[in-house]
């Protein structure tokens, strides 16, 4: 697909030394998360806004893929490229080029990581909250383009909440600045909303301007275990009731809870039915205040503990960090989902995962944030095994209608990309992904940035 004279062009672009073309190196740019692959032709470095947008002209012109890349650890394959081509790795766009603490913004590169961004800021006694679980390796570019959400979306919101203003690059080589460095702005379309979450099909993000938050003052870790799950529920809704909004809500059922003790040896009670993590933070007189009330709320549970310095916390954290890799003792292979339900109805799912669990033979254990409902729904089989492959992706479907009949959404943090891409029409109507596509057409005339991704 790239012809010599466009490897020409290419290295003349970014330099020779900027241009991967060896198989064997280019083997970790083929796949991400799902280990779904597919070779890219090139893999790219660009240095700057004005390189990508000589490749994306080329690519207009000529007609090849232009897919770009963060650092890979998306859950749906938005960085997999699909039909070859250029893969444009964000890896030299990777300053944080401004901590401002008087108007509580951060302008940064792409290819800054999460973490690193975190870390700077709170050096300044700010705070930025998105905190996917990749944050130690993702980054920013990625997150905004798949709209990553995380533990404190409950109370702090997800990426897109957070980003005011951003410079891109159409697929025709426009660079443009959108957005504003201010907390209002109404000039125009949002087209900063619409690039948050597009998953790189609309325009290839170059810089970023973020919006901080005064970093809490102290924090307080708590850990619930409840007989069943709907006990677990209700205690959720009495926190919220009672007007608190927990920074952490996080939720697993009793399937993982066996693993993570069995694994990692942990110490947690034995026939329990659903965890909640519970973490409260703020100024310190009303984070006590109200990890007080979250302890009289969580009266019914079997057991309760909060931790009394950041090493108890520390404590606490391990079953929850643990618990995805603990899953493959149930089965080596699993189908991970991102449903989204009103908090309120979480018994009734983790029910009817049991149901289907039965009815298919396949363990589904479930964990997440509560908090806002985004449960993590894992199908654990062995892929090798045609009848449990077949039922796993029954099972995907049949969730997928109970979610959508429950005012529930099919990802709240993964994205559509490739793996839910057969299932988008079960969720948004004809009229409204004709609508989506004309607006790709608008960006992308030629259909060359991200092809084969969110539309099947």
Known sequence: MISKTLLEKLSGIVGKKHLMTSQKDMVEFASDATKIAHMPDVVAFPENSEQISRILRLATENGFPIVPR?????????AVPV???VVLAMDRLNRILSVDRDNLIAKAEPGVITADLQQAV??????YPPDPASLKVSTLGGNIAECAGGLRAVKYGVTRDYVLGLTIVLPTGEIIKTGVETRKGVAGYDLVRLIAGSEGTLAVITAMTLRLVPKPETKHT???FFENVSLAVQTVSKIIRNKIVPAILEFMDRLCIDCVREEMHLDLPENSGAMLLIEVDGHPELVAHQARIIEDL???ATVFRAAKNPESAEELWEARRNVSPSLHKLRPHKINEDIVVPRSRLAELISFLGTVSMEYGLPIPAFGHAGDGNIHVNIMLDEEDPV???NGHAIVRALFEKVIDMGGTITGEHGISITKAPYLEMEIPVEGIQLMKRIKKAFDPEGILNPGKIFS
Do not use: I, N, R
């Open 388 to 390: 449990q492959l077949k």
């Open 298 to 300: 969580c009266g019914v």
């Open 70 to 78: 963060g650092a890979g650890t998306g859950m749906s394959g938005g």
């Open 83 to 85: 039909y070859g081509g």
């Open 222 to 224: 708590m850990v619930a």
């Open 122 to 127: 709170e050096a300044q006694d700010l705070f």
